[in-house]
């Protein structure tokens, strides 16, 4: 039965970013961005993502972070979110200081099929200690799963 079962998401997809490097200048980054999301209750979860550079000539830039959403059916399957992220990034020249970052994002969900979905974000990646802080704009595809909790 569905009360047997916790909301899962995994997405994948894509961030750009304007990179503070350490060289002083500002360049454009792309990142693959890889999530799990576990809901906790029908509109709150946890995640976990991860991003590393393709693109922008920082390659070895790499994030963790960790956090926690809230998601909110609007309209024919539609739904918007916002998270708060905190973590560690480093790497590929970007000015990170000592690595911590934090993230704030909202997103809209477009229902592609009943578990596959269209997910649109933005928001803003600062370092606590570096220069990096910058808009970022996101695209990827969620799977939607439940886990069967019964034993």
């Known amino acids: 039965s569905q009360a047997d079962a916790t909301r899962m998401e995994f997405a994948s997809g894509v961030e750009h970013l304007d990179a503070a490097r350490k060289d002083g200048r500002t360049a454009p980054l792309d990142a693959v961005l890889l999530q799990v999301n576990r809901f906790v209750t029908p ?3 946890v995640s976990a993502q991860a991003r590393s550079a ?3 000539g920082a ?3 790499s994030v963790g972070l960790v956090g926690l959403g809230t998601q909110w059916p609007v309209t024919h399957g539609v739904r918007v979110g916002a998270e708060a992220l905190a973590g560690a990034a480093g790497g590929g020249e970007v000015d990170t200081g000592e690595g911590a970052v934090l993230q704030a ?5 477009v229902p592609l099929g ?3 979905s269209l997910r649109v974000g933005g928001g803003r990646v600062k370092s606590l200690h570096g220069q990096l802080d910058s808009p970022v704009v996101d695209a990827a595809l969620v799977f939607r799963f439940g886990i069967d909790r019964r034993r």
């Open 54 to 56: 393709f693109a922008g």
């Open 105 to 109: 994002r909202a997103y809209v969900d």
């Open 43 to 45: 509109n709150f979860y």
């Open 59 to 61: 390659g070895a830039y």
């Open 114 to 116: 009943e578990m596959l």
